[in-house]
Nanobody, 126 residues
Framework: QVQLTESGGGLVQAGGSLRLSCVVS????????MAWFRQAPGLEREFVAS???????????DYADAVKCRFAISGDNAKNTVYLQMNSLKPEDTAIYYC????????????????WGQGTQVTVSS
């Protein structure tokens, strides 16, 4: 059984940094695409970033105040762990952040992954 366990969320002031971690158990970490999504209250779950651990390819969401300029996704195959380093955090980054594994279809940016973590809360105060 595949399990994803996130950690690293918390309360941080605007401009601060956090590093989220997601440990994958029950399958080989490098065998599938991994991703981070986030969901703010009242909004749909949205794609943040993805990683193909086998090839090292990364992809970031393309919306205002580009996540790519502030966030970085990475992985450690030996630890079966994917990370999301978040810098220069803004209040609008406040959300529950979810780790996901194995897209159900061809798209890596839609929230149709087979496996999800329980989420970790990130709150950014102004």
């Amino acid at each position: 059984q595949v399990q994803l366990t996130e950690s690293g969320g918390g309360l941080v002031q605007a401009g601060g940094s956090l590093r989220l971690s997601c440990v994958v158990s029950g399958r080989t970490f490098s065998s599938t695409d991994m991703a981070w999504f986030r969901q703010a209250p009242g909004l749909e779950r949205e794609f943040v970033a993805s990683l193909n651990p086998k090839y090292g390819n990364t992809y970031y969401a393309d919306y205002a105040d580009a996540v790519k300029c502030r966030f970085a996704i990475s992985g450690d195959n030996a630890k079966n762990t994917v990370y999301l380093q978040m810098n220069s955090l803004k209040p609008e980054d406040t959300a529950i952040y979810y780790c996901a594994a194995q897209p159900a279809g061809a798209s890596i940016t839609t929230a149709l992954y087979l496996y999800w973590g329980q989420g970790t809360q990130v709150t950014v105060s102004s």
